[in-house]
């Protein structure tokens, strides 16, 4: 009779706290996603659209501004915009090539450091922002400024425990080099699949996050919706595909709910605007982050002479004839503040989609704007250089950088739709997930997704 009763009650518990059953969960971000890759059935995404129909889905996220990889990352990390999470560009401002690789950058609590405090597992597959953290299997995505295509070597000599990359070359994947971990190769995100698929059926972390990166690469050069961005989504499914396939293998599907996410959306581009051009005579800079341009006052100067430097850039903008002037919205220190963008820019442009900025000024026979990010000018000099591929970095709300979302699996409705949500969202959707306390200054749970 004890007995009897004694069972009663543990399957009541069961039954009726359904996120006690969740014990893992598996965020993999493509580097800019966009909803119609999901949406619209013909792209080559037969494993999202399955996770779609069988989880809930969104009509888009909303990144940060800029919409940018390291900001969007650290964003979904810590439930802060990059006004609080320190990471408010790809780059430290005077940068001198290096970009944010590194966990100590990150000015906000994270959900990483949340999971080890209650001594859970975590695993970090060429996740941005996060080399030398606390992860207990961390192989998070750094290269070398001479070798920005290696995508091997960096990251083999940060990874912990020490071993690992050895270990995954012995068991999953063959030997790996700067050929097939290369960002000019989808079999660097392939490769990254069958990594988390054997650090999740070996290691069963409670939080796995994996980062692929070709996306991006191909939308940079082609533009948005070029063929060899298709081929690239297709070998990023595939990968989804293997990580799918680890779950079931490691008996663990009851258990493992997965998030499928992007950082921003992409516009293709036919031009590249030069604000600094319209400045010269100002104590202050453009500092460029693709669609958008962010001005900062010299270090020479001072905090008053700011509102000076504020009149006088937005003088010269405003001279600009109407056919340029329409090209960019300017946005005011306040309305910074209300988008949780970097605190220390006076002032910010956005452009529309199809013109990206370049702090460039004088002749520029090719700019380089870091790895990833191939933009050949033409030799004239100008305020406007036509260009070609695609770029982000814009106004979030603008539809071209509306990100995607799915979430399927444990816990996770079914036949679920939600419209909106945006990248601080996810660390308290992880949170709540595995049931434990997470407070985010930005990011809210959204409804609809939870059981
Ligand atoms: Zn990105």
């Known amino acids: 009779m004890k007995i009897r009763l004694f069972i009663l009650i543990c399957f009541s518990i069961a039954f009726s706290s359904g996120q006690a059953q969740i014990k893992h969960v598996i965020l993999v971000s493509i580097d800019g996603f966009h909803p119609d890759m999901y949406l619209d059935k ?14 809930t889905y969104a009509n888009y996220m909303l990144s940060v501004f800029p919409a940018y990889t390291h900001p969007a990352h650290a964003a979904m990390e810590t439930g802060s915009f990059p006004a609080r999470s320190g990471i408010a560009y790809n780059q430290p401002v005077n940068s001198r ?3 944010f690789w590194y966990y100590k950058s990150i000015k906000a609590p994270t959900i990483w ?73 989808f079999s660097l995100d392939e490769n990254a699949g069958r990594m988390a698929a054997y650090i999740f059926k070996t290691k069963k972390p409670a939080f796995m996050a994996l980062h692929f990166a070709t ?79 962010f001005l900062y006052r010299f270090a020479n100067t001072k905090k008053t002479d700011e509102a000076g430097i504020v009149r006088a850039v937005t003088d010269s903008l405003n001279k600009l004839p109407a056919d340029k002037r329409k090209l960019f919205r300017i946005i005011s220190r306040k309305e910074l503040d209300e988008m949780g963008a970097d605190s220390a820019a006076l002032l910010a442009l956005t452009a529309v989609p199809g013109t990206v ?15 990833g990010t191939r933009i050949q000018n033409d030799p004239l000099e100008g305020v406007l250089i036509p260009a070609t591929g695609g770029h982000h970095g814009y106004d979030p709300n603008i539809a071209d950088m509306h990100t995607g979302f799915i979430a399927y ?28 306390e997470f407070n985010t200054p930005d990011g809210k749970l959204v409804e609809g997704i939870i059981k």
């Open 42 to 55: 013909g792209w080559p995404t037969p494993n999202l659209q399955q996770l779609m129909k069988k989880g």
């Open 97 to 99: 090539g290096e970009w």
């Open 113 to 185: 450091q949340a999971l080890k405090d209650r001594g859970m597992t975590t695993a970090a597959i060429m996740w941005p922002n996060v080399v030398d953290g606390p992860i207990t299997y961390n192989l998070g995505e750094i290269w070398d400024e001479d070798h920005p295509d290696d995508r091997a070597t960096p990251v083999r000599k940060h990874a912990i425990p020490k071993g690992i990359y050895e270990e995954i070359e012995q068991n999953a994947t063959g030997k790996l080099d700067s050929t097939n971990m290369n960002d000019n190769y």
């Open 215 to 293: 996306v991006d690469g191909e939308e940079h050069e082609f533009g948005r919706d070029a063929d060899s961005v298709r081929l690239a989504v297709e070998a990023n499914d595939r990968a989804i595909g293997d990580v799918m396939e680890a779950i079931k293998q490691s008996g663990l599907k009851d258990s493992t709910a997965v998030i499928i996410v992007g950082d921003h959306g992409f516009s293709t581009i036919h031009q590249v605007m030069r604000p600094n051009m319209l400045i010269r005579n100002v104590p202050a800079t453009f500092i460029a982050a693709g669609g958008s341009a």
């Open 357 to 371: 900025f370049s702090g460039a000024v004088g002749k520029a026979k090719a700019t380089n704007y870091g790895p």
């Open 409 to 436: 699996g444990a816990g996770i409705n079914k036949g679920g739709h939600i419209k909106e949500m945006r990248v601080v969202d996810i660390a308290p959707l992880i949170a709540k997930l595995l049931g434990i």
